[in-house]
Nanobody, 121 residues
Framework: QVQLVESGGGSVQAGGSLRLSCSISGDAYCMGWVRQAPGKEREGVATVGFGRQMPMYADSVEGRFTASRDNAKNVVYLHMNRLEPDDTAMYYC?????????????????WGQGTQVTVSS
């Protein structure tokens, strides 16, 4: 059974950077990063494919966030640069247990517990 554990969240000022990590126990699959801001629905922000699928990004983070993975360590990352107050949210990694995935959160069936990111102006 796949288990996901996020880490790396914290508080940062606008313009700063953070790197989130998601440690994966079990087989490797396509992974997604999803966030949920207070009072808002969950939003898929990035995917990290397994194999040849290129990462995908939501328009709101394109050019600022980079998703990557280290297959040897079975860890996926979300590098977040030029953070904005609107990026404040709980960030989750998730998987659909398949080799390919997209930004639609409905396809994800396994979720981590989340890590909080707070960006102050």
């Amino acid at each position: 059974q796949v288990q996901l554990v996020e880490s790396g969240g914290g508080s940062v000022q606008a313009g700063g950077s953070l790197r989130l990590s998601c440690s994966i126990s079990g087989d490797a699959y396509c992974m997604g990063w999803v966030r949920q801001a207070p009072g808002k629905e969950r939003e898929g922000v990035a995917t990290v494919g397994f194999g040849r699928q290129m990462p995908m990004y939501a328009d709101s983070v394109e050019g600022r966030f980079t998703a990557s993975r280290d297959n040897a360590k079975n860890v996926v990352y979300l590098h977040m640069n030029r953070l904005e107050p609107d990026d404040t949210a709980m960030y989750y990694c998730a998987t659909n247990l398949k080799r390919f995935c997209g930004l639609d959160i409905q396809e994800y069936t396994v979720w981590g517990q989340g890590t909080q990111v707070t960006v102050s102006s």
